[in-house]
Structure formats: C-alpha cells, structure tokens
C-alpha cells in the first residue's frame, strides 16, 4: 500500500487521546469481544522490562481477585516477534486504565471480530483465474506456467484449517502446522482448503509443487483479532526460526476493523523479513477501513471479475489505494474441505489473495530465493497495466506470471 497510508497510520500513533497514557484505540469499524483487550508494549521494551511488566500484571490481578470481576487481568495470549511484544486477554476497564498508564504500554485495543472474505456463487462459469494471470490479455483459456511451479516454497495459510489429505495436495504438499483454535486438526468451513488449493493445489494452483503449511484461527468464518494474531505470531516466528524469509510468504484471506495493533503487527513482521499477501476485503468501501489490508506493507489484493471489471455490488470488492493489484477472485473452482475429491466454486478477494500468494511462491521457485521486499518488487513490476475497469482509486494492476502474452 502507498506511503500516505503509512503517514497516515504514524501520524495517528503520535497523538495518543490522553497525554502520558498510551492510546486507546477504539476500533472504526467491526464487532468488539467485550471485555477482551489487546496489549502492545512500546517496541524497544527490553527482556527485562517485558518480564517486570508481566510482574505488575499479575499484582494487578492479584488485587482484582475476589472483587466484582475475579477474571480479570487473565491473560490468555502472548505475542512477540522482532519488534512486536504484547498478549491478549480479559482486563476490566480500571485495570486498562492502569495498564495504559505504565510507561511500558505502547497502545491497548479493544479485540474485535474478524472474519473470512468468500462467498458462495452460482454462476457457471469454468475456472478462468490460472489463464488469467498467465496473459496479459482478457479471455486467456490456458494457463502457462514454469514447471519448477514454486518448488521448495511455502505458502503459510492462516486460515480455517486446511484438509490437507486433498487430492490436491497429493499427500505430501499440505502439512498442519499449528491450530490456535481447538484440537481438531480440520477445515469445518472451508474456506482454509479452498485457498490452500489456488495457492498450491495440483489441478487448481498457481504454485503445483509449493508446501502448504496450515494454520488454523477460526472453526467457522470468523473469530476474534487476538486469536488470529496468534495465528501470525506463530508463522512469522516459525518462518524466522526456519530461515524461509526468502522462500515463505503468509497468506491472511481475512479482516476486521482498522487496527494500529495489526499495523504494528505487520510492520514488525515485514522488519523481520516476512511477506503477507492480503485480501482488500469485500465490503465494497475503502479498503484502509480494514485490518490488515491497509497496512503499507502487505500485497493487497482486490477482486477482479473475468471481463477485468472489479467486483462490484454489495459484496464488492474493496478499493482505493490501499489497494496494490488485482487477480482472479470471481467464480474460482478450487479444493473444498467436504472430501479428498471435492471441489466448490467460490469468489471474494479471499480467493483473489491466494492467487498472488501462490505467484509469490512461483516465482521464487523460478527465479530463486527472494527477501519479502523484493518478492514484493517483482510481483507488482510484472503486473500488467491499464487491465481494471471501475478500479476506483486502487492500483490499476493484474498479476500476471510473466510465462504467457
Ligand atoms: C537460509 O536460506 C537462504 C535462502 O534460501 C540460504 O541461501 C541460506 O544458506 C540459508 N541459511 C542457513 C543458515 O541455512
Ligand atoms: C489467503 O489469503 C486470502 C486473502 O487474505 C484468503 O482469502 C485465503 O483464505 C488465504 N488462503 C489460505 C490458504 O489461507
């Protein structure tokens, strides 16, 4: 996304509401989980200083017990990754008060719902995104790729959980690799295997020979913003701890209200080296209303329809500049979760982003190993121009492979 995001969210961070508090951000847009806050401490807070604060939390919590609200001060979650440090919980208004008055505490957020950008569509039409971004011209019907097809990349799909016995997958190409949620290592709704199988599917991807690597936020189609960040603290910590900043990209088909905690979120994890392609959302309005897609440093992706219109209507596509390319994201056939065979026919810019998610796998496979900043280069300088009709204020911008014409 462009600069003037990026003013924009720093010039939001240096006003906090109170003085010698820490802001208070209150979400713009999207449900708030009452009583459940997210913390994030100032990104230069030491080891030291992190484990003291932790101290203070529980004396806090220690003077709640047996008051009118015995809960809080629970924490439920932690999260720490290059610069980003905090957790997640249940904290009463006073103990926030307290909270944002230490020293220590950058920001707290009230956790919102988050939730996954498909819909189901009854049209008829045969799968076109493959050709699609293998032309730079509309009506292509082949799709031409490079049969190195993203090996020895990995595409991290925070997601609904994937079921990765798919034929798709052909045994081998989909492995489970951490489950926020629950126990239960499956795809209840389906958008998770849907994504997986454009990213990475055999008959269906983009990248046929990428490893999926699953990591379950939500049992349904939404959940809440702390349990996804927990989701990405784990991706970002384990591409780090496994050195596939060059060859793993995270793919998040989802969002919620814009949020200075996801902002920081992204920032660090992007100073860390890691790449996050996102979908611009399907609300039909400005995609820097919406987490994550707003933040500068993710691919942003929108939805484009077969005749290279945006989507449009109620559940169109989000635009704007925030917006940093389009793909195929309307009547896609891809992996469905209800058995090794199945398939479902689904649109939204949840099935636009695994498009580029799968792009950045391909051609790293192709072209080698790439940091996140120059994966992000290549993507958006092969990308065709002059493609998008009704692209109201985003980037006039097709993925496209660079194998087909
Ligand atoms: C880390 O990955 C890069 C690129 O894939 C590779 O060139 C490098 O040798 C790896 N480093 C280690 C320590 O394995
Ligand atoms: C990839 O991200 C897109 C857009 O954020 C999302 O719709 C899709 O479900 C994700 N795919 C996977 C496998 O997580």
């Not at 905090?86 to 020293?103: Q, V």
């Not at 995609?287 to 994550?292: D, Y």
């Not at 945006?310 to 925030?322: H, I, K, T």
Request: glycine share 12%; aromatic share 8%.
């Amino acid at each position: 996304m462009q600069s003037l995001f990026r003013l924009f969210a720093l010039a939001a961070a240096t006003f906090p509401l109170l003085p010698c508090a820490a802001p208070l951000s209150a979400a713009v847009v999207g449900q708030v989980v009452p009583g459940k806050w997210i913390v994030t401490l100032r990104p230069d807070a030491d080891v030291a200083t992190v484990a003291s604060h932790f101290v203070k939390v529980r004396e806090i919590r220690g003077r709640n017990v047996g008051g009118a609200q015995p809960e809080s001060g629970d924490i439920e979650r932690q999260y720490g990754f290059g610069s980003f440090k905090g957790y997640a919980g249940s904290f009463d208004k006073a103990m926030i008060e307290e909270l944002r008055s230490l020293p220590e505490v950058l920001r707290v957020e009230e956790d919102t719902v988050m939730t996954t950008f498909d819909f189901v569509t009854q049209s008829n039409t045969e799968n076109w995104g493959l050709a699609a971004i293998s032309s730079r011209k509309k009506d292509a019907t082949d799709y031409v790729y490079d049969s190195t097809a993203g090996h020895g990349t990995y595409n991290y799909a925070v997601d609904t959980g994937v079921r990765i016995t798919h034929e798709e997958f052909e045994g081998t190409r989909a492995t489970w690799g951490y489950n926020v949620v629950n126990d239960k290592n499956t795809d209840n709704a389906g958008h998770g295997t849907h994504v997986a199988g454009i990213m990475a599917g055999k008959t269906y991807g983009v990248a046929k020979k990428a490893t999926v690597v699953a990591v379950k936020i939500f049992e349904g189609n939404s959940g809440q913003m702390s349990v996804v960040l927990d989701g990405f603290n784990w991706a970002v910590r384990d591409i780090v701890a496994k050195n596939r900043t060059s060859t793993a990209v995270i793919n998040m088909s989802l969002g919620g209200a814009a949020s200075a905690t996801w902002d920081a979120a992204i920032t660090a994890a992007w100073a860390q080296g890691v790449l996050a392609v996102v979908a611009a959302g399907n609300e039909n309005r400005d995609a820097s209303l919406v987490s994550p897609a707003r933040s500068p440093e993710v691919l942003c992706v929108g939805n484009l329809q077969r005749d290279d219109t945006r989507y449009g209507g109620v559940s169109g596509s989000n635009f704007g500049p925030a917006v940093d390319l389009f793909a195929p994201g309307t009547g896609i056939v891809s992996s469905y979760r209800t058995s090794d065979g199945a398939i479902q026919m689904l649109s939204g810019t949840s099935m636009a982003a695994p498009h580029v998610a799968g792009l950045v796998s391909y051609l790293r496979g192709l072209e080698g190993p790439m940091s996140a900043e120059r994966a992000k280069a290549r993507v958006l300088g092969l990308a065709t121009p002059g493609r998008v009709a009704d692209a109201r204020g985003s980037a006039d911008l097709v993925a496209f492979n660079g194998a087909g014409e």
